[in-house]
């Protein structure tokens, strides 16, 4: 049984720091394509980045490029968001999610099966 918990969420000032986890169990991250995702109140669910599990190369949106790293640790079975220098246009709940089948990863979330339950990220002063 598939199965994605994120964890890490929580409240931070502007400018400061988050890692998210996104602990699996039921399959192996390395053989998975993985994408982390938001929802912000009452908007839609939009892709951030994604590591592929043909190469393990990360992409990323331009909306958190340069700031979000996205990781994975095989020992773990875990992939990370690493999140610097967040803004409050940041907050929102924050999904990571799974693809077993393209070759490359996506940040659209019609491409994954697999989702957790989310995690809280609140940035404010």
């Known amino acids: 049984q598939v199965q994605l918990v994120e964890s890490g969420g929580g409240l931070v000032q502007p400018g400061g720091s988050l890692r998210l986890s996104c602990a699996a169990s039921?399959?192996?991250?390395?053989?998975?394509?993985i994408g982390w995702f938001r929802q912000a109140p009452g908007k839609g669910r939009v892709g951030l980045s994604c590591?592929?599990?043909?190469?393990?190369?990360?992409y990323y949106t331009d909306s958190v490029k340069g700031r979000f790293t996205i990781s994975r640790d095989s020992a773990k079975n875990t992939v990370y968001l690493q999140m610097n220098s967040l803004k409050p246009e940041d907050t929102a709940i924050y999904y990571c999610?799974?693809?077993?089948?393209?070759?490359?990863?996506?940040?659209?979330?019609?491409?994954?099966?697999?989702w957790g339950q989310g995690t809280q990220v609140t940035v404010s002063s």
């Open positions: 039921g399959f192996t991250v390395d053989l998975y394509n």
């Open positions: 999610a799974a693809d077993p089948q393209n070759y490359y990863c996506s940040v659209y979330d019609y491409e994954y099966g697999y």
């Open positions: 590591i592929s599990l043909s190469d393990g190369n990360p």
